[in-house]
């Protein structure tokens, strides 16, 4: 026997043995796998909820302007010179208080004038009565013609009208006295006074703004949006009014509302705030917002029974970012948490359970 058939039966028997070895490797990896115990998803803790029946909300956010509820701006009828000014900004104010006086000296001395005019108007009127009462006497003798009393009678009439136009001037500049004295109209706040004492006020020049202290708020809206008197309006989670009307009149194309301050608001004039409008309310199912699960078949929540989760399909009526309203109460208790691991619910076997 040659070397080289020595060293091919050497190959071959090796061969022959890594193979019989390898099989039997084989073999016992095979029943390893086969007694291996399949994968399970590690337990979880689960918490559930039971529906309840209630009431929910729907709000929408608006931006609201802050208004006075009542303002006006004073102003005079008559010319003349700002005697004396007893208010300043931010003075707070009651109704008939003293604002400022002008000067009156041509006012009265327009009196003074018609009031002398009054005293030899009523002289002439009385001489000229007793003229006509004399022609009255000899009328009636036959010594007077009737032409002559009739001239007579025209002239007491006259007089009688000159004497009643000047009273009824005098008491009209009597009566604008008040226009020289500006009172303020309410009780309220002097937001800004717009002359010095010394100034001339002209006839409808504006000479001080107040507002009754007491505020609004204005906001506009799309038509499409459901606004109404009497909703409620909300500011950072509290109440602080309701809607007193919608306006006829449109501002850049949006509606307009008020708002009527239950509460009041610490902020200046012209301020811009965030307010929310409860727009609808409606009674049903109320669940958490964290038990609804989104699918493209529509929208699901997580029953818990003995079999395990089961999806269930509910219609949503409402929501707001902590509740939903359901059209139908869910009888079995319902999944809580995060949307991902809701969907993966029905895959897990044994959980452990917490009732929230």
């Not at 409606?282 to 929540?301: D, E, R």
Request: hydrophobic residues 40%; aromatic residues 4%.
């Amino acid at each position: 026997m040659t070397k080289k058939m020595i060293v091919t039966g050497v190959a071959l028997v090796a061969v022959v043995l890594l193979g019989t070895k390898g099989k039997g490797l084989l073999m016992s990896r095979q029943v390893a796998v086969a007694n291996t115990a399949l994968p399970t998803l590690p337990l979880k803790r689960i918490a559930v909820v039971s529906a309840k029946q209630g009431s929910l909300e729907e709000r929408q956010s608006f931006v609201a302007q802050v208004a006075s509820e009542q303002a006006i701006t004073l102003s005079t009828k008559l010319s003349g010179y700002i005697m004396h000014l007893g208010v300043a900004e931010a003075d707070r104010v009651k109704a008939g208080q003293p604002l400022l006086s002008i000067d009156g000296v041509e006012l009265q001395s327009s009196i003074t004038t018609l009031q002398a005019t009054r005293t030899t108007q009523m002289h002439d009127l009385a001489v000229t009565q007793r003229i006509h009462e004399r022609n009255q006497k000899l009328h009636s003798v036959g010594g007077l013609a009737k032409e002559k009393l009739e001239i007579s009678a025209l002239a007491l009439q006259a007089k009688r009208s000159q004497l009643s136009a000047t009273e009824q001037k005098i008491a009209q500049l009597t009566h604008q006295r008040i226009y020289l004295d500006i009172t303020a109209p309410f009780d309220g706040v002097i937001d800004s006074v717009l002359v010095h004492q010394g100034d001339l006020a002209g006839v409808g020049k504006p000479l001080v703004r107040m507002s009754s202290g007491k505020k609004r708020l204005i906001f506009s809206y799309a038509r499409s949006t459901p606004i109404k008197p009497q909703q409620t309006v909300w500011l950072n989670g509290k109440q602080i009014g309701t809607i007193k009307a919608c306006y006829t009149t449109t501002a850049n194309g949006l509606s307009q509302a008020e708002v009527a301050l239950t509460q009041p608001i610490d902020l200046p004039v012209g301020s811009s705030i965030a307010i929310e409008v409860q727009t609808r309310v409606a009674t049903g199912c109320l669940l958490p917002s964290q038990t609804i699960v989104h699918k493209q078949s529509g929208s699901f929540v997580m029953g818990y029974t003995p079999q395990g989760f089961v999806p269930r399909r509910v219609d949503i009526v409402m929501q707001n970012s902590t509740q939903l309203l359901l059209a139908s109460c869910p009888q079995e208790p319902i999944a809580y948490g995060n949307e991902v691991l809701l969907a993966q619910l029905p895959a897990y076997g044994v959980v452990e359970i917490i009732k929230q």
